[in-house]
C-alpha cells in the first residue's frame, strides 16, 4: 500500500538552529509532493509544493525542501527556524492521475525562545 | 471570499446520536474531501468526491456517509456515533492544481 513516513515525531530546537524534517513515500510512480503547516489551533496551510523541474522548492517563510527521487524523499528544511515556527508539519504526496493524497502522521516542531 | 467552512466548530454527541458536519467552500472547486485527524496519526481520509453528485470510499468509511448535492457543499454524516468516531474533522477542497485548500475544523467528542 502506497504510505507517507515522517521519521521524526517530536523535534525540540532552539531559535536560529537549521532545521530538516524528513519525508519518504512508497510509490513508484511520478508523483506530486507538499508540505503542510498546521499552527496550534488552526487549519493547515500550504508550506510548499512539488510538481516538476527543479527539484528543490522554495515554499513561504524561508522553508524549502529537495525531491530527491532516487531516494524517494522529500524533506523540508530551513536554515534558522523562529518561535514562530513551532507548529505541526505535514508532508503529503498524490500519485499523478489519481485524487487521494496520502499524508504522513505529522511532525510536532516546538522552537524555544 | 470565505474558501472553506466548516458548521459546526464544536459539538458533543452521546453514543449511538446522529449528526451532520457541513463543509461549504466558495471557490467552485470540484473536488472535496473529509478528514479526520487523531493524535500520532496524521490526517486519515474518510470520503471525498470529484464532482457533484458523486462520492467515493477513502481511507476509513466505516460509520461515515456523505453526500454532494450542490458542488460547494459536501456533507458527512454519523449515523449512530461511536466514542472511536471523537476526533477532528477537516473539510478539504481543491481545483485540478493538486493544492488542498482546507476548513477551520470539526471538534467532535463522542460520550
Known amino acids: 500500500a502506497q504510505s507517507v513516513s515522517q521519521h521524526n515525531h517530536h523535534v525540540i530546537l532552539s531559535e536560529a538552529a537549521s532545521l530538516e524534517l524528513g519525508c519518504n513515500y512508497s510509490?513508484?510512480?511520478?508523483?506530486?509532493l507538499f508540505w503542510y503547516v498546521q499552527y496550534p489551533g488552526q487549519h493547515l496551510q500550504l508550506l510548499l509544493k512539488y510538481f516538476s523541474g527543479d527539484p528543490l522548492v522554495k515554499g513561504i517563510k524561508g522553508f524549502e525542501a529537495e525531491f530527491i527521487k532516487s531516494k524517494f524523499s522529500f524533506n523540508l528544511r530551513k536554515p534558522s527556524v523562529q518561535w514562530s515556527d513551532t507548529a505541526e508539519y505535514f508532508c503529503?504526496?498524490?500519485?499523478?492521475?489519481?485524487?487521494?493524497?496520502?499524508f504522513g502522521t505529522g511532525t510536532r516542531l516546538k522552537v524555544l525562545a | 471570499n470565505a474558501g472553506v467552512t466548516q458548521t459546526p466548530k464544536f459539538r458533543v454527541l452521546k453514543t449511538g446520536q446522529s449528526m451532520t458536519l457541513l463543509c461549504a467552500q466558495d471557490m467552485n472547486h470540484e473536488y472535496m474531501y473529509w478528514y479526520r485527524q487523531d493524535p500520532g496519526m496524521g490526517l486519515r481520509l474518510i470520503h471525498y468526491?470529484?464532482?457533484?453528485?458523486?462520492?467515493a470510499k477513502g481511507e476509513v468509511p466505516d460509520g461515515y456517509n456523505v453526500s454532494r448535492l450542490k458542488k460547494q457543499n459536501f456533507l458527512l454524516g454519523l449515523e449512530s456515533a461511536a466514542p472511536s468516531q471523537t476526533s477532528v474533522y477537516f473539510c478539504?477542497?481543491?481545483?485540478?492544481?493538486?493544492?488542498?485548500?482546507f476548513g477551520p475544523g470539526t471538534r467532535l467528542t463522542v460520550t
Open positions: 478539504a477542497s481543491k481545483t485540478g492544481s493538486y493544492e488542498q485548500y
Open positions: 468526491s470529484v464532482g457533484e453528485g458523486t462520492t
Open positions: 510509490y513508484g510512480g511520478t508523483v506530486n
Open positions: 503529503a504526496v498524490i500519485p499523478s492521475g489519481t485524487y487521494k493524497y496520502i
